[in-house]
Each structure stands twice: as structure tokens, then as C-alpha cells.
């Protein structure tokens, strides 16, 4: 370990928690835009049927698609902090992953002070 590494942690700490309200910001709009497909579909489709649903990972620039059945989508988001992706699409600094299916991945999102305590914590270890 180098005290080093950042000549200024306080100001990597900051850096690193606007990263995070901006992934947790991102992530919410896309899981609204799912909620309201969600909404929308459901009463056209039959049991066991898939929608597309945009993957909710932190990548900006991701327009993936999820097929989910309606029944997915809404255990997968049964916790406020819960976000559905892509497998794969994950920032382990952001979020854990806590499901995993085939074709998508849950995701649990640190909020920006749990992302803070855990670079405080353990600053050269995170996570896989
Ligand atoms: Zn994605």
C-alpha cells in the first residue's frame, strides 16, 4: 500500500461520491423508464411472456436490453436499491451483485456514503 497513491484522499473520497450520485442517478432514471414499461406491458402479455427492458447499469452509454417476464422484473426490483442489468454490467465500487440469472444479473447499489466507507475501510481491497 502506497500513502501516495492519491496525493489528495480527501479530495479521491469526494471525487469517488459524486461518481456514485451520478451512477445511483442514472441507474434510477433508466429503472423509471423500466417501471413505466412495466406498467404499460403487462395487461397485453400472457404468462410467461418476456418484454424488453433497458439494462439499469451504471454505463451512460448502455442501451442494452433485458428480456424479462413482467414477473422478473418485479421481484428483481422489490427493494429500492435493487437494479436489473445485463450480466456482467457491474461496477463492483458502486454495487454488489446479489442475483444472478442467465440472461440478467440483480444488482444492490451502495448508496455514496456506504461507497465512502468502504474505500475508508478498506482502501485496497475492493471488492472481486
Ligand atoms: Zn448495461
Given amino acids: 500500500m502506497s500513502d501516495e497513491r492519491y496525493q489528495d484522499e480527501n479530495e479521491f473520497l469526494e ?10 442517478k442514472n441507474e434510477q432514471a433508466f429503472r423509471g423508464y423500466n417501471e413505466r414499461r412495466q406498467q404499460f406491458e403487462k395487461p397485453t ?9 433497458v439494462c ?3 454505463d451512460e452509454d448502455c442501451w442494452g436490453t433485458l428480456e424479462l417476464t413482467p414477473d422478473e422484473f418485479e421481484s428483481a426490483h422489490d427493494q429500492e436499491d ?4 445485463l450480466p456482467g454490467h457491474v461496477m463492483p465500487e458502486f454495487e454488489t451483485v446479489v442475483d444472478r ?11 455514496p456514503e456506504e461507497v465512502e466507507q468502504r474505500l475508508v475501510a478498506d482502501p485496497d481491497q475492493p471488492e472481486r
Avoid at 402479455?45 to 427492458?53: D, K, Q, R, S, V
Avoid at 435493487?82 to 442489468?85: A, E, L, M
Fill in 56 to 58: 439499469e447499469c451504471a
Fill in 82 to 85: 435493487h437494479f436489473t442489468v
Fill in 15 to 24: 471525487w469517488q461520491k459524486q461518481r456514485a450520485r451520478r451512477v445511483e
Fill in 101 to 111: 440469472h442467465e440472461h440478467y444479473w440483480v444488482v444492490e447499489k451502495f448508496t
Fill in 45 to 53: 402479455l400472457l404468462i410467461g411472456e418476456t418484454a424488453p427492458f
